[in-house]
């Protein structure tokens, strides 16, 4: 089976749920969001991927608001 | 005898922790600022047993990394103060997240308590907890409480008694991170031990080491010895090529891994989740059509609350505060000039009035934040207006203070409180007096009227307002792109379920930012409105000179020659350019104390006499015959976009707890009136001749 490609997570829609593979942010951030649960191998679920809009996703049973530009720098599979 | 004790209460936001304080303390808070930074101090007395209990509601954090100001202020408090207990409030219905914290309690190894709470709302969802076992593996009591009801008050507060009076052990169960973390664990920590015995003894060995594989900012700050720094490297660089991730990523990962070897074998779910309630409110109200429409209804509802509402109040505080007058004033005999008489009705009275006239707005408008707050929807908010405010380089959420700002800068900039961003908040503190406030309507409505025919009047109205809206943006995005520099949109933001907040709770927030405002900034403005009305009043003209006048002309000789009167005269070589002679002068210069003292002033020097309606129109017709339309819009612009009154400044200094900012304010804001009036005025003298 071919390995599931990496992408971004804003390109993922609606309902989809994806596992994190990284984040492309600095040290203090990074540190920040996986104080929140954002850690590679985590599920994520996208609630709602809507332009223009929240960018709501789904993280250990908490709903978290993703600001701009915050969704393109999480890589996920 | 009763024994003191101090317990820090610590966790998530939106945990319920502050719920839990006030279940605790009820009324008996006290909130200040811990030294230094601008984060709150909220401290609060309970009495239980034979104990007398300081409770510390420490900042909302995620983690105890030296990430943002408020991490830093919750663990040097555990740290340095050494609190006797640190209860973690742990939101039960979302229990891995939350704790992520105790996780890191537990490393630095403090009595610890858990409340685990909402503990309804876990249950709702189907979640069946074995504490007796859970408490096991964390080694630390679990009380389950619903804070909002009430519920579990005692066996918390029982619970950290017991915690408090048993002998501390040795923790069993240590957070495991894996043999290659641990190995360079040990190592770094031999060396602190060697070469930094001194921090060692104060933080523990291990803790610090964990913290310098994490690069943890505050701690290398404090490492001074350079072979502990490069040992440091090494095991981050060692550990990098073995996991292809940093150290901080892979022990965070541990510490989850931790919480969910210990929660899978206690925590059962027993109900499927269900689309909840709150999404289905959320659906409508982030909807795309439909959020920003539900957000200015909302708006306007606070706004009205504030305002419509904070009148009724305000005026039997008028009316009691004329009373209070009229009685002191008949122990003296009519038409004293004693000076005791005026201090105390025009100095103390009337300066005591003019902090307490700012209270019902801001009692108000608090309890509808906290109501916006509790409920979950400010959240919400701020992302529905964050698109547009977000082109000027702001944060969604500072559209509410700006708004309020259209009422009364002296709460609009206390409402900046709910931007926890320092640069944003900042910023916006900044601008917002640009907002044309109430006061200045007094202002308009006096010149408008005066200077423009009917048809015009709305125009000029609108048109002042809409200067004031631009000059804000324009002066937020300057801001942003030299002094508040810097990225400051967060980048995630956590999604609270809605709740209902407790009336309680409400009630307790609102009245601890009112007396704050009382307690600061009133004392501040209540100083400053004694001086001017001495400034005002003193000296006052030599009564030779007064023989034959009316008693209008007496009042008008008497500022004239009391020392605003005669800065007045002096300044007015200053602003001439602006088109404003020395008579506007006076009465800028007291319009600082507030802008209404603007209209009274001129009244005074006009001698118009204290017949309110007549004055009013014979003010108007003296101001026309003296000066153009121009001259007129000029005056307007000024007092626009200078700063509004000494309440505002008092304010700022209470708000970003220094006098820097405020002061930064006051004079960046009066020159850029001079700048842009005297153009105004020299541009607009070239078209009407």
Same mark, same amino acid.
């Given at each position: 089976?071919?390995?599931?490609? %990496?992408?971004?997570?804003?390109?993922?829609?609606?309902?989809?749920?994806?596992?994190l593979v990284s984040i492309d942010a600095g040290h203090g951030l990074k540190t920040r969001l996986a104080a929140m649960g954002l850690l590679p191998g985590v599920e994520i679920a996208v609630v709602n991927n809507s332009h223009p809009g929240p960018f709501v996703v789904s993280v250990k049973n908490t709903k978290m608001i993703l600001g701009r530009g915050m969704a393109d720098k999480i890589i996920v599979q | 005898m009763q024994k003191k004790i101090t317990v820090a209460l610590a966790g998530n936001p939106n945990s319920g922790k502050t719920t839990i304080f006030n279940m605790l303390t009820g009324a008996r808070q006290h909130v200040g600022n811990y030294p230094g930074v601008t984060v709150e101090k909220v401290q609060g007395l309970c009495r239980y047993s034979d104990?007398?209990?300081?409770?510390?509601?420490?900042?909302?954090?995620?983690?105890?990394? #030296?990430?943002?100001?408020?991490?830093?202020?919750?663990?040097?408090?555990?740290?340095?103060?050494?609190?006797?207990?640190?209860?973690?409030?742990?939101?039960?219905?979302?229990?891995?997240?939350? !704790?992520?914290?105790?996780?890191?309690?537990?490393?630095?190894?403090?009595? !610890?308590? %858990?409340? /685990?709470?909402?503990?309804?709302?876990?249950? =709702?969802?189907?979640?069946?907890?074995?504490?007796?076992? *859970?408490?096991?593996?964390?080694?630390?009591?679990?009380?389950?409480?619903?804070g909002n009801k009430g519920k579990g008050k005692a066996e918390l507060l029982d619970a950290i008694i017991k915690t408090f009076t048993q002998k501390k052990e040795q923790r069993i169960h240590r957070i495991y991170f894996g043999d290659e973390i641990e190995e360079e664990l040990t190592i770094l920590g031999n060396i602190i031990d060697d070469k930094e015995s001194l921090s060692a003894k104060k933080y523990g060995s291990r803790w610090l080491a964990i913290k310098l594989l994490e690069?943890?900012?505050?701690?290398?700050d404090k490492i001074k010895d350079k072979s502990v720094k490069e040992a440091v490297n090494r095991s981050i660089d060692h550990l990098k090529d073995i996991f292809a991730d940093e150290p901080h990523i892979i022990i965070a990962d541990r510490r989850y891994g931790f919480i969910s070897g210990a929660c899978q074998e206690t925590i059962k779910s027993t109900v499927e989740l269900r689309h909840s309630v709150s999404d289905m409110i959320d659906a409508v109200v982030t909807n795309r059509i439909l959020g920003l429409p539900i957000f200015l209804i909302l708006m306007y509802l606070v706004f009205m609350l504030t305002f419509k509402a904070g009148k009724y109040p305000m005026h039997w505080l008028e009316m009691f505060f004329e009373w209070t007058a009229l009685n002191i004033n008949a122990f003296w005999p009519p038409d004293s000039q004693s000076w005791l008489k005026s201090l105390l009705v025009d100095g103390i009275i009337? $300066?005591?009035?003019?902090?307490?006239?700012?209270?019902?707005?801001?009692?108000?408008?608090?309890?509808? &934040?906290?109501? *916006?707050? $509790?409920? $979950?929807?400010?959240?919400?908010?701020?992302?529905?207006?964050?698109?547009?405010?977000?082109?000027?380089?702001?944060?969604?959420?500072?559209?509410?203070?700006?708004?309020?700002?259209?009422?009364?800068?002296?709460?609009?900039?206390?409402?900046?409180?709910? *931007?926890?961003?320092?640069?944003?908040? /900042?910023?916006? &503190?900044?601008?917002?007096?640009?907002?044309?406030? $109430?006061?200045? *309507?007094?202002?308009? #409505?006096?010149?408008?009227?005066?200077? /423009?025919?009917? =048809?015009?009047?709305?125009?000029?109205?609108?048109?002042? +307002?809409?200067?004031?809206?631009?000059?804000?943006?324009?002066?937020?995005?300057?801001?942003?792109?030299?002094?508040?520099?810097?990225?400051?949109?967060? /980048?995630?933001?956590?999604?609270?379920? +809605?709740?209902?907040?407790?009336?309680?709770?409400?009630?307790?927030?609102?009245? =601890?930012r009112g007396w704050l405002y009382l307690k600061k900034a009133g004392t501040i403005i209540l100083a400053i409105s004694i001086i001017m009305w001495a400034a005002m009043s003193y000296p006052k003209a030599p009564s030779k000179t007064l023989e034959g006048l009316t008693a209008e002309q007496v009042h008008k000789a008497n500022l004239e020659h009391s020392i605003v009167g005669k800065i007045g005269l002096a300044i007015e070589p200053v602003i001439k350019p602006l088109g404003f002679d020395w008579k506007i002068g006076i009465a800028l210069i007291g319009a600082a104390a507030a802008k209404e003292v603007f209209v009274s002033q001129l009244g005074i020097i006009y001698a118009v006499g204290t017949d309110e309606k007549q004055a009013k129109q014979s003010l108007r017709e003296?101001?026309?015959?003296?000066?153009?339309?121009?001259?007129?819009?000029?005056?307007?612009?000024?007092?626009?976009?200078?700063?509004?009154?000494?309440?505002?400044?008092?304010?700022?200094? =209470?708000?970003?707890n220094s006098w820097r900012w405020a002061m930064f304010q006051f004079f960046g804001l009066t020159a850029l009136a001079y700048l842009i009036t005297s153009v105004v005025y020299n541009i607009g003298t070239v078209f009407v001749s």
């Open positions: 089976m071919a390995p599931k490609q %990496l992408r971004p997570l804003s390109q993922i829609s609606n309902g989809e749920r994806v596992s | 104990y007398e209990i300081t409770f510390v509601d420490l900042p909302g954090t995620y983690s105890l990394t #030296a990430y943002s100001t408020e991490e830093i202020v919750a663990r040097n408090f555990i740290i340095e103060q050494k609190p006797d207990v640190v209860v973690d409030v742990v939101d039960s219905s979302n229990i891995e997240r939350n !704790l992520y914290l105790a996780t890191q309690l537990i490393e630095i190894d403090v009595p !610890l308590v %858990l409340a /685990f709470n909402m503990s309804d709302v876990a249950e =709702q969802k189907g979640l069946v907890f074995n504490n007796d076992q *859970l408490a096991k593996l964390l080694e630390a009591p679990i009380v389950p409480t619903i690069s943890d900012a505050d701690i290398l009337g $300066g005591v009035g003019g902090v307490i006239v700012f209270l019902p707005n801001i009692l108000l408008l608090f309890a509808a &934040i906290a109501m *916006l707050e $509790g409920t $979950g929807y400010m959240a919400r908010a701020a992302f529905v207006m964050d698109r547009i405010m977000h082109k000027i380089g702001l944060h969604g959420k500072s559209f509410i203070p700006m708004l309020i700002g259209f009422g009364c800068s002296v709460p609009a900039i206390m409402a900046t409180r709910i *931007l926890e961003n320092k640069r944003n908040r /900042f910023t916006t &503190i900044m601008v917002i007096p640009l907002m044309s406030c $109430g006061a200045r *309507l007094t202002i308009y #409505a006096l010149m408008i009227p005066a200077f /423009f025919p009917n =048809q015009y009047r709305g125009l000029v109205m609108w048109l002042i +307002y809409l200067i004031g809206i631009v000059l804000a943006v324009i002066c937020a995005k300057l801001l942003r792109l030299t002094i508040f520099k810097g990225d400051t949109i967060p /980048f995630v933001m956590e999604l609270p379920p +809605y709740r209902m907040p407790t009336i309680k709770a409400i009630a307790i927030h609102t009245w =601890q003296k101001l026309q015959a003296n000066y153009t339309a121009l001259q007129g819009f000029c005056i307007m612009l000024f007092c626009l976009i200078s700063t509004p009154c000494v309440a505002t400044i008092a304010i700022i200094r =209470q708000e970003t």
